[in-house]
């Protein structure tokens, strides 16, 4: 991808050629949205104070609910996963994120070819819950000094995961900061744009109880809660290179860098063939703060503990860091990656369509989210 030094400068800024901006505005916890924002959730809080939380590791999730909040006050139209404009019988979708701090994995061993993957999954992922089919991606990635080697690596799992996810890399932003960079490390963002016809969008509003829940499996922590993994990591002394205990074949490096799924590719057939009510991508705050974010006023959603298999992985995680459940339940997805809701004639369907789909809980009167 040609580079074009655009300015020149002790703080060099290199641009990759892009089209006409559109402008957006988002956060990583506030991104643009057609929903509302998430109601509180019901969580299992049995578990002692004692082990490692997300918020020991240096990540607040009430601090960034509380800026949402104080966003909401400027514009009240925040809170779902991606932001539509009306354009002619469709709207377009947007959704921006970064990888967080799985960067660092990739840092410590030298591997560089997936994070791009990861970018491109957080942003894509988060449109196709409106039924919107990504048509282009733009990236933005910063560094202190220009390792020309990385970048490509990067690049080039950017640009996989906009084969995986059909749209087009329309173009990206390199920016060199020195001074501002540890040597060796760069900062990544993403931003993708879709399109659905608005008789084809994906609201929620008809979700009603009794509906089922359906969950479709994860690669493992995806791109929320590295944080707490790499405390986890450096209290037990574990090394990314040692081997994984339940598989002996792998590092834990390995299996740490595992790429989110992108789900573009099934959800867009999902719904065509069945009609999908409601799609949930399980990002940060897991299941039982991104779930409420597409069910209507005055339900809520029953999980069923132990209805799908949690990965190794996360028993590891939690075992080790003596994490407690809600803990567990509010930072990662648990093996589940997207949720999507049905009427319970089109369970049978969508399993025939995914075999892999667990049946997860379903709809009922109430609000946010209860394991039983």
Known sequence: MQQTVLRASSSAVHGRPTAAPVPSHCCKRARLAYFRPARAAVLNRSDSDEGLTYKKAGVDIDAGDELVK?????????????????????????????VGTKLKLAFDTNKHDTVGIDLVAMSVNDIITLGAKPLFFLDYYATGFLDVDTA???????????????????????????????????????????????????????????????????????SNGFSLVRKVLEVSNTSLDDPAPWDPSKTFGEVLLAPTIIYVRKVLELHEKVGLKGVV????????????????????????????????????????????????????????????????????????????????????????????
């Open 70 to 98: 104080r966003i909401q006050r400027m514009n009240p139209n925040i809170g779902g996963f991606g932001g539509m404009v009306p354009f002619g019988d469709s709207y377009l979708v947007a959704g921006t994120d970064g």
């Open 152 to 222: 490509e690596m990067v690049i080039k799992g950017i640009v996989e995961g906009c084969r995986q996810s059909e749209c087009v890399l329309l173009g990206g932003e390199t920016a060199e900061m020195p001074g501002f960079y540890q040597k060796g490390e760069y900062d990544l963002a993403g931003f993708a744009v879709g399109a659905v016809k608005k008789d084809k969008l994906i609201d929620g509003k008809n979700i009603k109880a009794g509906d089922v829940v359906l969950g479709l499996s994860s690669s493992g922590v995806h």
């Open 281 to 372: 991508h399980i990002t940060g705050g897991g299941m039982p703060e991104n779930i409420p974010r597409v069910i209507p006023d005055g339900l809520g959603v029953q999980i069923k503990d132990g209805s799908w298999p949690m990965p190794e992985l996360f028993k590891w995680i939690q075992q080790t860091g003596k994490v407690p459940t809600a803990d567990m339940r509010r930072t990662f997805n648990l093996g589940v990656g997207l949720v999507v809701v049905v009427d319970p004639s089109q369970v049978a369907q969508v399993q025939q369509l995914a075999p892999d789909v667990f049946v997860l809980g379903e709809v009922v009167p109430g609000d946010g989210v209860t394991f039983v």
